[in-house]
C-alpha cells in the first residue's frame, strides 16, 4: 500500500439530480451545469498533484472523470465495481413517485437493512463488497501517491460507512470531494463532501 491520498469525488449534476430523480444504473448524461461543475473542479484540482484517476464506467461518472483527466493530462481507469447503487424497480422515479408505485419496496430500502436487495436491483450489502474490493486492489495496484476515484453518491456513502465508525452528516452533492489521508496504516477523513470549486 503506498497511497497517502484518496479523494472519493462524486460525479457531476445530471437532469436527473436537478429532477430529483433516482439514477442508479440508468445511463445518465451530465447536463450543462454539470459540465460547467467538472470543468470547475478539474481547475481546482489541476495543481493538487493527483497522480492517478479510477472511475465508475457509467456516463455521468465516466464524463466528470474525462473532463477531469483532460485538465490533468492523465487517463481515466474504468472500474465497474465503482458503479452507483441498482435500485432495481425504483430507478428514474422520485422519492414521491417510488413511494406511489411501489411503497413496499421503498419503505425496506429506506429501512437501511444492509442486506435487503430492491427488486430488480442491488443490496447495499453488494455494493459494500464490491466497492470495498476496489478499493484493495486499487490500494494494492497502483503506486501512486494521490488517487482520485470518481463514483456515485450512494457508492461512496456506502463504502465510507464500511471502513468508519462515525461519518459527517453533510450530504455529498455533486462534484463534491470527501478526502481521506492515510498516517502510517490508519486512514482518516480530512475533508467530507467539500465544494471549494463550487463557491
Known amino acids: 500500500m503506498t497511497a497517502n491520498t484518496m479523494l472519493f469525488i462524486r460525479h457531476a449534476q445530471t437532469d436527473y439530480n436537478f429532477q430529483r430523480r433516482l439514477q442508479g444504473s440508468l ?7 454539470g459540465r460547467a461543475q467538472a470543468q470547475s ?12 484517476i479510477y472511475t465508475s464506467p457509467m456516463s455521468r461518472a465516466l464524463q466528470t ?3 477531469l483527466a483532460e485538465r490533468l493530462g492523465k487517463i481515466p481507469i474504468q472500474d465497474a465495481r465503482l458503479g452507483e447503487t ?29 442486506a435487503y436487495r430492491v427488486p430488480g436491483g442491488e443490496s ?5 463488497q464490491r466497492m470495498r474490493a476496489a478499493w484493495d486492489d486499487i490500494l494494492r495496484a497502483d503506486a501512486a501517491n494521490a488517487i482520485a476515484v470518481v463514483s456515485h453518491g450512494s457508492a461512496i456513502g456506502i463504502l465510507l460507512r464500511s471502513l468508519f465508525a462515525k461519518l ?3 450530504s455529498l452533492r ?5 478526502t481521506l489521508s492515510r ?9 467530507y463532501g467539500e465544494t471549494p470549486h463550487l463557491r
Open 183 to 191: 498516517h502510517s496504516d490508519i486512514w482518516q477523513i480530512a475533508g
Open 124 to 128: 447495499r450489502l453488494d455494493v459494500q
Open 168 to 170: 459527517p452528516e453533510t
Open 86 to 114: 441498482a435500485f432495481g424497480c425504483l430507478e428514474g422515479k422520485t422519492v414521491a413517485e417510488a413511494a406511489q408505485h411501489f411503497p413496499l419496496a421503498q419503505r425496506y430500502w429506506q429501512s437501511g437493512y444492509l
Open 174 to 178: 455533486n462534484t463534491s470531494i470527501t
Open 41 to 52: 473542479l478539474a481547475v481546482y484540482l489541476v495543481d493538487y498533484g493527483i497522480d492517478a
Open 27 to 33: 445511463p445518465v448524461p451530465l447536463n450543462a451545469a
Open 65 to 67: 472523470a474525462q473532463i
